[in-house]
């Protein structure tokens, strides 16, 4: 199975700025034959199922922020939230869809400073 | 627009079969395209993908090792609807239980993750 480490488990950041959260895979390389990374990022408010932002590690999902971006490639992957507003505060999640089965990274907690 | 609902108990007793059923509108269980999953939430093991069903001119079934010997998942195309069933529960298997659709997971996909959930279900395993 892949392992998806996150890092670091909560963060607390100011309103207005960045946060950046880190997403390590036990595989080296999760990219499909067209090349494109099979990693997704959530968004989970309390009380609320998971919401897709971004996937192919740096597209974002319809109606997303332009705040909100990901990068990386290989094992290291980043989700940055710059000018960090107050509905930002969640538990954000990276997932790997390369390989079955499936799996999540343990969460990040943003809070604000 | 896509919308996923779910249905089922939220109690089950100890040994007992857990059994949910996740309603689909706005696209079909038997998409060429789509793959439909369980996955499961609790403190202790996180986010825990359990399995999915998907038609590719047949139904194929994909389910996590960790829960392959007691899971099945199974679609309706009469109702458009896909379930899933635990068996032999423990308190182990308590947990918040989501259905979601993998929008596409063929090998041209143009997407990929989880892009819509059902509202959740949160089972608990006691007698």
């Known amino acids: 199975d892949i392992v998806m480490t996150q890092s670091p488990d909560s963060l607390a950041v100011s309103l207005g700025e960045r946060a950046t959260i880190k997403c390590k895979s036990s595989?080296?390389?999760?990219?499909?034959?067209?090349?494109?990374?099979?990693l997704a990022w959530y968004q989970q408010k309390p009380g609320q199922p998971p919401r897709l932002l971004i996937y192919?590690?740096?597209t974002r999902e319809s109606g997303v922020p332009d705040r909100f971006s990901g990068s990386g490639s290989g094992t290291d992957f980043t989700l940055t939230i710059n000018s960090l507003q107050a509905e930002d505060v969640a538990v954000y999640y990276c997932?790997?869809?390369?390989?079955?089965?499936?799996?999540f990274g343990g969460g990040t907690k943003v809070e604000i400073k | 627009q896509v919308q996923l609902q779910q249905s089922g108990p939220g109690l089950v007793k100890p040994s007992q079969t857990l059994s949910l059923t996740c309603a689909i509108s706005g696209d079909s269980v038997s998409s060429n395209r789509a793959a439909w999953n369980w996955i499961r939430q609790s403190p202790s093991r996180g986010l825990e993908w359990l399995g999915r069903t998907y038609y590719r001119s047949k139904w194929y079934l994909d389910y996590a090792a960790s829960v392959k010997s007691r899971i099945s998942i199974n679609p309706d195309t009469s109702k458009n609807q896909f379930s899933l069933h635990l068996n032999s529960v423990t308190p182990e298997d308590t947990a918040l239980y989501y259905c979601?659709?993998?929008?596409?997971?063929?090998?041209?996909?143009?997407?990929?993750?989880?892009?819509?959930w059902g509202q959740g279900t949160l089972v608990i395993v006691s007698s």
């Open positions: 979601a659709r993998d929008n596409d997971i063929s090998v041209a996909a143009t997407k990929g993750g989880f892009d819509y």
């Open positions: 192919w590690a740096s």
């Open positions: 997932q790997q869809y390369y390989s079955s089965p499936l799996t």
């Open positions: 595989q080296s390389g999760l990219q499909n034959s067209n090349k494109k990374n099979c």
